[in-house]
């Protein structure tokens, strides 16, 4: 599954997963999350798939280092209403602030990276007779 989403958290330090991403990467309440934290993002990976991954094909003495390197990072886990907590020293997620996240398959895993998104200019309160200056073509006696 690829994808891009766009999440707004209604509390701090907690971030809901779409239904439909959950399904799409068939997560379920206590799947555990890996987090790091890069410049301009946040990576998360699925520890299950990493489990799950065609170990066979690493070399049997870099199979543990990569799992200890996994275990070392900041690690959440999704709960039973979609919400993975945000550990503040990785993301200070804000509510009502909008982040993005985009989902990427790399072949047996995932790897999601979530990023805050711009806030959005705040937009000009415009009175009735603003709109209808705006809105009247030339000659109908609308004034502005």
Not at 10 to 28: D, E, M, Q, W
């Amino acid at each position: 599954m690829n994808g891009s989403f766009q999440l707004t958290p209604k509390s701090n330090g907690i971030l809901t997963l779409p239904s439909s991403l959950r399904r799409g990467l068939a997560l379920v309440p206590g799947d555990v999350l890996s987090v790091q934290h890069f410049p301009l993002s946040v990576q998360l990976e699925i520890y299950r798939e990493l489990l799950a991954d065609q170990w066979e094909l690493v070399a049997p003495q870099a199979r543990w280092q990569y799992l200890q390197q996994f275990l070392l990072r900041t690690l959440t886990a999704i709960d039973a209403k979609g919400r993975l907590p945000m550990p503040p020293a990785i993301l200070q997620v804000r509510r009502g602030e909008a982040y993005g996240l985009q989902v990427f398959n790399r072949g047996h895993v995932h790897s999601l990276f979530l990023f805050q998104l711009p806030p959005k200019p705040p937009q000009k309160q415009l009175g009735a007779r603003q709109i209808a200056g705006q809105v009247a073509a030339p000659g109908c006696g609308a004034r502005s």
